[in-house]
């Protein structure tokens, strides 16, 4: 069964191991390899800065853009930036990719800079890693601040650009102000990797009242493989996950769920879902659980069908 994954970060790992290799490099969780074995057809590519680079900046950012094309690109993932690429590639049968940017951190402040991340085909974008930025709060600020008036700025300039919004990471009192702004806008947002706060009570998880905000906007939400947002205690693992999608389905967000794994981005992973080679296993899983249209729609439709109405139509 086909694959849409909506986050890994391994550019981010590339970017400070450059001598990774895309195509095999088995400390990837995402390579092109593994993504044909668990038949990922379309993955999301966060540009995530490191601590380690330093204060975040837009070269780090263009850096992990060159990475990207040189490395993702060239190994054959074709770009998906508007509408018709993505109709090009569900034709085509073939591997795509799509840009994130996760915190507007690097964007120093400029909107010029987002636009220029826009026209070199980043399409997701998160507003704040888990500290604050000079756009909002993220969820680990004490503060619970929102957005400043230059993060509304931003939010404003993404909506009229097609920027997709996704707020995983985002402050409580974050998410209630853009919930605002994008009602009014009517284009929803996707929390491309978080789970049910109801099931596993980790701060980055999403409580019932903003799991139904985004059900009624009809946005999407990632169920995310990060074991610590999955369940607490005993070695985490798939069967746990089921859990968070029950929730979620309970709460009526059947077409709302996508995946967005995380994979590049954690040092541990759940015992039987450590690398995207194994979603075939995991369709298999949810398979025997779930009738085919819903787990065809978690895996797959749910993910394109928002793509379809919300990439930006045409260059
Ligand atoms: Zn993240």
Not at 59 to 81: E, M, S
Not at 146 to 172: A, R, Y
């Amino acid at each position: 069964m086909k694959v849409v994954d909506f986050h890994c970060d391994a550019l981010s790992k590339i970017q400070l191991h450059p001598n990774m290799d895309f195509n095999t490099d088995d400390r990837l969780d995402v390579t092109a390899e593994r993504m044909r074995q668990g038949s990922v057809a379309l993955q999301c590519f966060a540009i995530f800065l490191s601590k380690q680079l330093g204060s975040p900046n837009i070269g780090h950012i263009l850096d992990q853009i060159d990475i990207y094309n040189t490395r993702v690109v060239a190994a054959g993932l074709k770009p998906v930036r508007f509408a018709e690429d993505l109709a090009q590639w569900e034709k085509s049968g073939g591997a795509g990719s799509l840009l994130a940017l996760e915190g507007a951190d690097g964007l120093e402040g400029s909107l010029h800079y987002l636009k220029v991340c826009f026209d070199l085909g980043v399409r997701l974008l998160g507003i704040t890693w888990n500290h604050a930025n000079w756009a909002a709060d993220g969820i680990l600020e004490p503060r619970n601040g929102g957005f400043t008036s230059k993060g509304v700025q931003l939010v404003h300039l993404s909506h009229e650009l097609g920027m997709i919004l996704d707020v995983s990471h985002l402050s409580q009192q974050g998410f209630w102000e853009l919930t605002e702004l994008s009602e009014a806008a009517r284009r929803p947002f996707i929390a491309s990797h978080s789970n049910a706060y109801a099931i596993c009570d980790h701060v980055r998880n999403l409580h019932d009242e903003q799991i139904q905000a985004i059900i009624r906007m009809n946005g999407r939400i990632g169920v995310t493989f990060v074991p610590w947002f999955v369940h607490k205690g005993d070695a985490a693992s798939s069967k746990h996950l089921l859990q968070h999608i029950e929730h979620i389905c309970a709460l009526g967000g059947e077409s709302n769920i996508i995946f967005g794994s995380d994979f590049d981005g954690i040092e541990e992973h759940l015992s039987d879902l450590d690398h995207c080679g194994r979603y075939s296993e995991w369709a298999e899983m949810l398979v025997k659980h779930y009738p085919e249209r819903l787990v065809r729609g978690w895996l797959y439709e749910n993910g394109v069908g928002f793509l379809r109405e919300w990439l930006p139509k045409s260059k």
